[in-house]
């Protein structure tokens, strides 16, 4: 018998057969994890049956919960300094004292502070150079 054996686009492995048909079977969720991992992909292209796993695996263990709104998502954001204002990561400080940047956050909070913190600025170095007559 000839089996004809096919390659997954994600792991590159020949495997008898692909798996299609994603989003009936599993997660949007882990089908988004396939895209952002591999860009070029669609799931119309399929995968193995362990890269499926794999990622089934992946995604459960990894949701967390957000320490501030205290939602399971399926990745916290850390690194804040480097990717947002100072002016978020202290006022969330001041919010939740609690709270370390190191503990991460989710999307949606980060937004939320993002909104909260537009319009007028005063940057802390502003705040301390204001002169108040006595
Ligand atoms: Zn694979
Ligand atoms: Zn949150």
């Given at each position: 018998?000839?089996?004809?054996?096919?390659?997954?686009?994600?792991?590159?492995?020949?495997?008898?057969?692909?798996?299609?048909?994603?989003?009936?079977?599993?997660?949007?969720?882990?089908v988004g994890r396939m895209k952002r991992d591999f860009p070029?992909w669609?799931?119309?292209?399929?995968?193995?049956?362990?890269?499926?796993?794999?990622?089934?695996?992946?995604?459960?263990?990894?949701?967390?919960?957000?320490?501030?709104?205290?939602?399971?998502?399926p990745e916290?954001?850390?690194?804040?300094?480097?990717?947002?204002?100072?002016?978020?990561?202290?006022?969330?400080?001041?919010?939740?004292?609690?709270?370390?940047?190191?503990?991460?956050?989710?999307?949606?909070?980060?937004?939320?502070?993002?909104?909260?913190?537009?319009?007028?600025?005063?940057?802390?170095?502003?705040?301390?150079?204001?002169?108040?007559?006595?």
């Amino acid at each position: 018998m000839n089996t004809r054996m096919k390659r997954c686009p994600l792991c590159g492995q020949l495997v008898p057969e692909l798996l299609y048909d994603l989003h009936r079977s599993v997660d949007d969720m882990i089908v988004g994890r396939m895209k952002r991992d591999f860009p070029g992909w669609s799931e119309h292209e399929g995968v193995c049956g362990p890269c499926l796993e794999r990622y089934r695996r992946v995604t459960v263990t990894r949701m967390k919960r957000c320490p501030l709104c205290g939602q399971l998502v399926p990745e916290l954001l850390y690194d804040l300094h480097r990717s947002v204002d100072d002016m978020i990561v202290s006022r969330m400080k001041r919010d939740f004292p609690e709270w370390t940047e190191h503990q991460g956050v989710c999307g949606p909070c980060l937004e939320r502070f993002r909104g909260i913190t537009k319009g007028p600025r005063f940057t802390p170095a502003a705040l301390s150079t204001v002169w108040i007559p006595v």
